[in-house]
């Protein structure tokens, strides 16, 4: 079920680029990644401001009451600049989840203030090196969560999380409080993405459902912000395809634009392939979301999402040289990014596996 | 329902009568001769139901509809293994370039009309042994000869040419001036003295390409369909042509399905061959590949049907599925450890792992190579420099052969 964007969808892609060109800084991008606990905090303002944060929530909460799609191209947009504080994708996620399972005092509560971005929140599935396990070890019982969740995305700085838990030996997902839980920042390759090591100490939490039906919604959840951080992956490699084509365009060696190698050429001319064929699963992706076969779409996007972002930071990084290498010229931020985005929202093995369950039934 | 899925659902309807008649498994065992009769009959019903010549003018025996009901009635009949492979390239290019470059309206309607039936069947002899991605650079020559021409030289993998009635050809009138510049654009009766068909037996073991030599071919000047010394020009308007084509996302070898029921059947080590991870790394990859593609091709559909031109994205179809599906057969046939060394050569590409992989390379060359696919993309949608080229503005006669 692709779609061709209708005018409003454009127009949010073309000014959510103009936005983020005009603000964006490399240099100011830099410097986030040499320091711990900092998040690119204009861009955040950017995103309040221009209602990102409210997109795909209901009215009835704050929101614009726009779709996967309006919020998967100001990703995209995200992606090409790479900017993002972590919080959009995971914010999403977050209040989707309390939207389909939480109760109305909850969702009246907490909704608006997600909306605002006065409110943080972010998603702890994860534990060791499993994005979904099938039975995680942190514990949820009687109102308060035990336990750890590694390498949580925006968890230096966000106000409550999305947790997968273990509840009377049934998964389930809760919603936790964080001013009351440990965090341990991570030292990473990309720091501004505010990773840390949550503890759960009698953590106070809410449950928002149990059992099968908590599985299939933090599948769908994961889904759902796998299809976002893909249009983010897209972006990214979009971005980096033009800069490559633009620097084989005007370096010259041996009498010649260095695009006019065809080794050179070629490259760029795959990475086309690449990522218009990330593009074409994000936009159908997008379009499905509620359809039986959502799971699958999303996973298409984020594999070759993933593929066309690793291989076009590592291409672009190669057709630039020495200069592609150094601090100065930033193309690093792009490498950095596109492993982060490659394991937030699960690894390719995940992926993979999910998406052949999906096809044939059969379980890794 | 859209009109678009109305005619869908007519023409899968109409198709799934025609296939206990024509379909696969009616084509079976057949010899080639065989098959092109009844590939001949198959045209014929089309052309009575009113799906030949869908997207053509109704003057000239077509159904005056759009590219999108052409794309749509082809992509739903490459399912049922019709036999329309014989009139594949005829009605592809020559014959649509014929209603539109033939001077002799008259002519050019009855021989329409013979095609769109299947009696007749037009070639496109284009490619020679010593241009084939380098177009231009071939050596055919037509020179003036009274009121008309006299055409000698040699084309090479003309398909189906020997069963071709008539063929369209590039043939060099000028080489005096710089390569593109010299060429002329000419249909020639493949039934005339001095034109003489060789097949040649491709690595699959069928012979559908062929060498055509010309030796002193006469063409009246009728026979002319470019200006002199622009037949370039009408050469890149026939392979424009291709743009509308429909598309398959399997690179014309099998579904994945048939992969997964393959596997499905297989084990590893003693387990299931679909826990092995290798296998679903594999699955998982060309699905996705797969999906990006019938994306990319909904969408063209959607632009076509809103009257926009398609995205440039679709010149990807043909240069990502043909590989994978390379790929995907050697696994296929891997897979099956030397239970996999069984060859029929009569099987059909789209159901038989061995056929798909023997026949792969052919649809990477096929149709403009891999590498010329990758230059088009780099130049004509992203902008690079073209390739340098030591023959450019150089008089043909005075480039080293
Ligand atoms: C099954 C089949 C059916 C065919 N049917 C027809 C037909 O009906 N009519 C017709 O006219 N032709 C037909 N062809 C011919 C086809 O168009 C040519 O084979 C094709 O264009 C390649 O030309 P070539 O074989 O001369 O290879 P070459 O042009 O010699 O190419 C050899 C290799 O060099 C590479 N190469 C060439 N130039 C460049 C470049 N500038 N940059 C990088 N790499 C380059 C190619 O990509 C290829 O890998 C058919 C071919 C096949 C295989």
């Known amino acids: ?364 | 329902m859209s009109d678009v899925d109305t005619y869908r659902a007519k023409a899968r309807a109409w198709l799934q009568s025609m296939a206990p008649i024509y379909g696969r498994d009616a084509r079976r065992g057949l010899s080639e001769v065989e098959d092109l009769a009844l590939a001949r009959r198959y045209q014929r019903a089309k052309f009575d139901a009113g799906y030949a010549g869908i997207n053509w003018p109704t003057a000239v025996g077509g159904q005056g509809l759009s590219h999108l009901e052409k794309v749509t009635f082809d992509t739903e009949e490459m399912s049922f293994g019709m036999p329309s492979v014989y009139f594949g390239i005829s009605l592809g290019m020559p014959v649509p370039i014929l209603i539109r470059f033939c001077e002799d309206k008259a002519w050019m309607r009855e021989r329409v009309i013979a095609a769109l039936k299947g009696e007749e069947i037009w070639c496109q002899l284009f490619s020679e042994p010593a241009g084939g991605s380098d177009l231009a650079g071939l050596r055919t020559r037509a020179e003036q000869d009274g009121n008309g021409w006299k055409l000698n030289g040699q084309k090479v993998w003309t398909s189906w040419a020997q069963y071709s009635d008539y063929g369209v050809i590039v043939a060099r009138t000028d080489p005096t001036v710089p390569k593109h510049k010299g060429l002329t654009y000419f249909w020639v009766d493949m039934r005339a003295p001095g034109v003489t068909v060789r097949p040649i037996k491709l690595a699959g073991g069928d012979s559908h390409v062929n060498e055509v030599f010309f030796d002193d071919v006469k063409l009246t000047d009728a026979q002319r369909m470019s200006p002199v010394g622009g037949g370039f020009a009408v050469a890149m308007a026939t392979l424009m042509i291709e743009r509308y084509v429909a598309t398959d996302s399997a690179g014309f070898g099998p579904p994945l399905d048939l992969f997964v029921d393959l596997a499905r059947t297989c084990s590893l080590y003693g387990r299931p061959a679909l826990e092995d991870a290798r296998i679903r790394s594999t699955i998982a990859r060309n699905y996705a590949m797969r999906a990006g593609l019938e994306s990319i091709t909904t969408r063209a559909m959607k632009m076509m049907q809103a009257g926009m031109e398609p995205g440039a994205e679709g010149s990807l179809n043909k240069l990502v599925a043909v590989r994978s599906r390379q790929k995907l057969s050697e696994m296929a046939i891997d897979l099956q450890g030397n239970l996999g060394l069984h060859f029929d050569p009569h099987a059909f590409v789209k159901e038989d792992w061995t056929a798909s992989w023997i026949n792969a390379p052919t649809g990477r060359i096929a149709g403009g190579a891999d590498e010329m696919l990758l230059n088009t993309i780099a130049e004509k949608i992203l902008g690079l420099p073209q390739d340098y080229r030591p023959d450019k503005g150089v008089p043909f006669n005075q480039i080293p052969a």
């Open chain 1, 1 to 364: 079920m692709s779609i061709l964007y209708d005018d409003g969808q454009q127009a949010i892609a073309t000014e959510s680029r103009r936005v983020l060109d005009a603000r964006m800084d490399k240099d100011r991008l830099l410097k986030l990644l040499e320091q711990q606990g900092a998040w690119d905090d204009i861009f955040w303002k950017t995103a309040v401001e221009q209602g990102w944060t409210a997109l795909a929530l209901p009215e009835a909460y704050g929101g614009l009451g726009l779709g996967l799609v309006e919020l998967g191209l100001v990703a995209q947009a995200c992606g090409a600049a790479t900017a993002g504080a972590p919080f959009l994708t995971v914010g999403d996620g977050a209040a989707q989840a309390v939207l389909a399972a939480g109760g109305d005092d909850l969702k009246a509560s907490l909704l608006p203030a997600l909306a605002s971005g006065e409110k943080l929140a972010t998603v702890a599935f994860a534990e060791g090196n499993a994005p979904l396990p099938s039975l995680p070890e942190a514990r949820f019982a009687n109102g308060v969560l035990t336990g750890g969740k590694p390498g949580v995305v925006a968890g230096l700085r966000a106000d409550v999380a999305l947790v997968w838990a273990n509840h009377a030996g049934q998964p389930a997902l809760v919603l936790a409080d964080l001013t009351a839980a440990k965090r341990t920042a991570i030292d990473s390759f990309d720091n501004s993405r505010l990773y840390a090591d949550l503890g759960f100490d009698q953590v106070p939490a809410t449950l928002l459902v149990d059992g099968a039906p908590a599985l299939s919604l933090a599948q769908t959840i994961l889904a759902r912000m796998a299809v976002v951080t893909a249009h983010e992956q897209t972006g990214g490699a979009e971005a980096l395809l033009f800069i490559a084509r633009d620097y084989a365009n005007t370096r010259k060696a041996f009498g010649q634009p260095i695009g006019g190698f065809q080794s050179v050429k070629h490259r760029i001319a795959e990475l086309y392939g690449l990522v218009e064929l990330a593009r074409a699963n994000c936009i159908h992706a997008a379009a499905s979301d509620g359809s039986p076969d959502f799971l699958k779409a999303a996973a298409a996007a984020r594999l070759s999402a993933t593929e066309a972002y690793d291989t076009t930071a590592r291409d672009t990084v190669q057709i630039h040289g020495g200069i592609g290498v150094t601090w100065e010229a930033g193309l690093h931020l792009h490498m950095r990014r596109a492993r982060s985005l490659a394991i937030e929202q699960g690894n390719m093995f995940f992926w993979e596996d999910l998406l052949v369950s999906e096809l044939t039934g059969v379980a890794a």
